[in-house]
């Protein structure tokens, strides 16, 4: 995933030089360029090898003149290559985007283009009155687009998790809005000792049964539905994990969810936090001040968090800061310790 660093300043040039709006107005363009690609199976064609306009306009079934369009965008923004009348994927689109890998983010631009970017056009509207509709409204046709996009942009972190967390002396972990599984599903494959439950809303509960069972791990990770605000959440675990949660919430509601869990910690239980935690600013990491914005089309009272916020919500609710670590992008953990009552 691009963590693109635009840094608008007031310069002299740029006083007399409007070309950062229209980069920034454009950025649209290039995104739904590139939405219009992923779709039109244009790297997964390259995939195959080097082709000409002919050869990938068969391979996609495409006309000349529509695929020429949607490969040289795909030229120009750094995806693919053209040399002389021959295009190829880019390293990087062979990796995420070709799907020859399983590191793949096609899913991911699939949710932003039909989910995400319809609800961006109101991003002002939002802002000033709140969000036409909420992401836990999604119906059954969009539900698995969704859960497999948030998988998709979780794959870096959540395989980077267990080799940034210690987790060699913990058994059974709750994964608290485990989403898919997938944070579940790295973790214990790194630790073979440790048992988990992802404990999700029904929905999305039903499409982590499937994922956990086709990577044969229904012996060690169990799935429970319900609703962490308002269902009595499990007992007997040592490690909780809250993976991309506290941006739906106000810090009120976050609060409250963190308290939840202390009362059924026991002291020295550990308490993982993953999220796009910021600097005190709310403005870097750059990606991370954008999402604001995804949170806020989609959630009531979505928004990101600092470090320093976060922190300070653990020391009013029982919980004992140790550290907080990057993992890959724009998130990092936050891990925290069960105080003694």
């Avoid at 219009?36 to 990938?56: H, K, M, Q, T, V």
């Avoid at 693919?80 to 399983?102: I, M, Q, W």
């Avoid at 653990?314 to 004992?320: F, K, P, V």
Wanted: aromatic residues 8%.
């Amino acid at each position: 995933m691009t963590t693109n660093t635009i840094h608008p300043r007031y310069t002299e040039r740029s006083a007399h030089d409007p070309a950062l709006i229209f980069q920034l107005a454009s950025g649209f363009m290039a995104a739904k360029h590139l939405f219009a690609a992923s779709e039109l199976g244009i790297f997964e064609a390259l995939g195959e090898g080097p082709a000409d306009l002919d050869r990938l306009a068969a391979r996609t079934g495409l006309t000349r003149r529509a695929t020429r369009i949607s490969a040289d965008a795909m030229v120009s923004v750094g995806l693919l290559e053209r040399h002389g009348d021959v295009y190829e994927n880019t390293p990087t689109a062979d990796a995420f985007l070709s799907g020859a890998t399983p590191a793949d983010m096609r899913p991911l631009l699939r949710f932003w283009d039909k989910i995400s970017f319809p609800s961006w056009i109101d991003l002002a509207g939002a802002l000033a009155r709140g969000p036409a509709w909420e992401i836990f409204d999604l119906d059954e046709s969009l539900q698995p687009i969704a859960s497999a996009g948030i998988e998709a942009f979780q794959a870096g972190p959540s395989q980077a998790l267990p080799d940034t967390v210690d987790l060699t002396d913990r058994h059974r972990l709750l994964d608290i809005g485990g989403g898919t599984g997938s944070w579940s599903i790295s973790l214990t494959g790194r630790y073979p000792h440790l048992e988990a439950t992802v404990f999700e809303l029904p929905a999305v509960a039903a499409i982590a049964n499937e994922r956990i069972a086709g990577a044969m791990l229904g012996n060690r990770i169990r799935v429970r539905a319900g609703d962490a605000l308002t269902d009595e959440l499990p007992t007997g675990f040592d490690t909780f994990l809250i993976a991309n949660l506290a941006h739906y919430w106000s810090p009120e509601t976050n609060r409250t969810l963190l308290q939840r869990i202390r009362n059924v910690a026991e002291p020295g239980a550990r308490l993982l936090a993953v999220d796009f935690w910021t600097d005190p600013t709310h403005t870097q990491p750059f990606a991370a001040a954008l999402m604001a914005g995804e949170f806020a089309v989609h959630l009531r009272d979505g928004d990101v968090y600092s470090a320093d916020e976060f922190t300070e919500w653990l020391s009013h609710t029982g919980w004992r800061f140790l550290d907080h670590k990057p993992l890959a992008g724009p998130m990092s953990v936050i891990i925290a310790e069960a105080a003694p009552a």
